[in-house]
């Protein structure tokens, strides 16, 4: 049986449940953020984990 992380617990996927009206299903609501890497290192990593966390709080999205 296959489990899935919803709404900070794991349940059966059967259980499974959203809202039609769930904002995130509805509009798609997403941050993204860019990361260049060069000889395997990623470049100014905490600068884009920053930015990535400060946008996600601007349109109000958790990230756990």
Not at 17 to 22: A, Q, R, T
Not at 29 to 58: C, M, P
Request: charged share 30%; no cysteine; net charge negative.
């Amino acid at each position: 049986m296959t489990e899935i992380y919803l709404n900070e617990e794991f349940l059966p996927e059967n259980e499974a449940k959203i809202s039609v009206y769930d904002h995130g299903l509805l509009y798609g609501d997403g941050v993204f953020e860019g990361i260049r890497a060069y000889s395997k290192r990623i470049f100014k990593l905490k600068e884009h984990v920053d930015r990535l966390y400060e946008s996600a709080n601007t349109i109000s999205l958790n990230i756990p």
